[in-house]
Each structure stands twice: as structure tokens, then as C-alpha cells.
């Protein structure tokens, strides 16, 4: 493992990441690393993202982190959660890293469109501008609205508004009304 000290998530990322890439697992970074991507960097202590997979073949998945020497933890969602299961891999510092098993409302598409940036060297795929900014106001918490009022600022007139308001209407009337919000501003 990278890692050689607690505030490391990042690099524990990387290297679960290198068990993706082996696996063919499409995934893409979500969370604060995605911020730092599409707006501005703000701290966390976890590294996020979000898999193509079910949650019964993220399940088989766990003893292979085992295997790369990862503490992990399987967390089945609950019928109503938008996170259908996590797997949430440590290490002996207390780095994490929470794989998502997909996220309710989000297109299949949004990994072909996500954006491959280096990062210590390495590729790493990061969820796309439009779809970051549609799971931020679905999740519709002051830090996910502060991160995508930010991505948009950020974005410019690079957005495309029609990709942005087709992905958000995929997570329901909430998501949209936040968004309608965010452009009118």
C-alpha cells in the first residue's frame, strides 16, 4: 500500500483503484476529490466513488481487498437508501475509502463520460462535471449545494444545461427544483 500515515485516503484510493483497473471495474471519483476537480478543494478525510456494479457482485468483490491487505466492511443499503451497498476499505492508519454500488437515479452513461485526470501520476477517473453537479443536488446537504453552486461558477459556459437538466431529472422533482435554483441565481 501507498500509505504510511493517517490523512492518506487519497493514495489508499489509488490503490484500490489498481484493483479495479485489474478487475475491469468502471468507476468513477465522486465526493471531495470530485470537488477539487470541478470547483473548489475543501477537506475530508475519506476518498469516495461510485462502481458499476451490483450489490451482490461488490459483495464477491470484498475478499479480493482482503486479499490486498484492505480492512473492509460490506454495507448493504436499505430498500429506500440511494446508495444501494458500500464496501468501506481501511487501512492500518485510519485511511478510508467508500466504494458505492452504484447510486440511485444515476445513469449508466455517466462512467463513459467521466473525466480521466492524473494524479500522482496515475489515471484516475472522476465523475464528469454534469453528472457531479446533478448526485450534489440530489444529495441537496449546504456542502453539496455550496460544491455544486461552485462547479457551475467554475464551469462556465462549458456546461451543457441540457446533459445537466436530463441526468438531474433522473433523480426526481427535488433534485430538479435545486437545480432550477442554482441556474436562475
Do not use: W
Not at 490523512?7 to 490503490?15: E, H, T
Not at 444501494?84 to 492508519?93: F, Q, S
Not at 444529495?139 to 451543457?160: E, F, T
Amino acid at each position: 500500500m501507498r500509505t504510511d500515515s493517517a490523512g492518506q485516503s487519497a493514495l489508499l484510493l489509488l490503490d484500490a483503484v489498481d484493483i479495479l483497473i485489474h478487475e475491469k471495474i468502471a468507476y468513477a471519483v465522486i465526493g471531495a476529490m470530485a470537488a477539487s476537480v470541478h470547483g473548489v478543494v475543501r477537506a475530508s478525510l475519506d476518498a469516495d466513488a461510485v462502481l458499476a456494479l451490483s450489490p451482490k457482485e461488490m459483495k464477491t468483490l470484498e475478499p479480493r481487498f482482503r486479499e490486498a491487505e484492505f480492512r473492509t466492511q460490506f454495507r448493504p443499503g436499505n430498500p429506500d437508501d440511494p446508495i444501494p451497498a458500500m464496501l468501506v476499505l481501511t487501512d492500518d492508519h485510519g485511511n478510508r475509502v467508500d466504494l458505492l454500488a452504484g447510486l440511485r437515479g444515476m445513469e449508466p452513461a455517466a462512467f463513459s463520460r467521466a473525466l480521466v485526470v492524473s494524479f500522482l501520476g496515475k489515471p484516475l477517473s472522476v465523475v464528469g462535471c454534469e453528472d457531479f453537479i446533478a448526485m450534489k443536488v440530489f444529495a441537496g446537504g449546504p456542502v453539496d449545494m455550496d460544491d455544486a453552486r461552485n462547479a457551475l461558477a467554475v464551469a462556465g459556459d462549458a456546461i451543457n444545461a441540457d446533459l445537466l437538466r436530463r441526468v438531474t431529472r433522473n433523480y426526481g422533482a427535488a433534485a430538479e427544483e435545486s437545480l432550477e435554483m442554482l441556474l436562475s441565481r
